[in-house]
């Protein structure tokens, strides 16, 4: 079985739904996950924006969560990763959490990359996707993407 994330929300490169972004409701849309390795300790889930290089002269973090159980197959609409066990890092608003697309410019595409890990993380806090990143380094086991777009 394939390692793979999708929404039901949204399909891979379609739009990504209006109540999550920033400026909405900003809430984090469904996921559902599949195909998780046996051998997985615990997931990490990374959502940026490599499309804001130019209007904010780096990829734009948006959500960063780690150590969500392995077991999880469903992430539902505006979910509180704390009460499943995992947790939250600071996105680039600068604030722990979901912080949904809100492109300046144009239309953007947004990255939900998942992994699979072999062990569990101990990240400090406070910590970003860079953190995040670096922690991982050496544990992951696969990784997969799903694409998004959102326009202003």
Not at 38 to 50: C, G, K, M, N, Y
Not at 105 to 119: S, V
Request: net charge negative; hydrophobic share 35%; charged share 25%.
């Amino acid at each position: 079985m394939t390692f793979e994330l999708t929404s039901p929300a949204f399909g891979d490169g379609e739009p990504i739904p209006e109540p999550c972004g920033y400026k909405n409701r900003n809430e984090n849309p469904a996921l559902e996950i599949d195909g998780v390795p046996a051998e997985t300790e615990s997931l990490a889930l990374i959502v940026d924006d490599p499309d804001a290089r130019e209007p904010a002269g780096k990829i734009w973090d948006h959500w960063v969560v780690w150590n969500i159980s392995p077991e999880t197959r469903t992430i539902p609409a505006d979910w509180d990763p704390a009460i499943a066990g995992a947790t939250e890092g600071e996105n680039d608003f600068g604030a722990p959490g979901y912080g949904g697309p809100n492109p300046p410019d144009r239309e953007h595409t947004y990255r939900f990359e998942l992994y699979a890990l072999d062990t569990e993380l101990d990240v400090p806090q406070p910590a970003d996707a860079d953190d995040l990143r670096a922690a991982m380094d050496g544990h992951v086991l696969e990784k997969t993407t799903l694409h998004g777009t959102y326009a202003p």
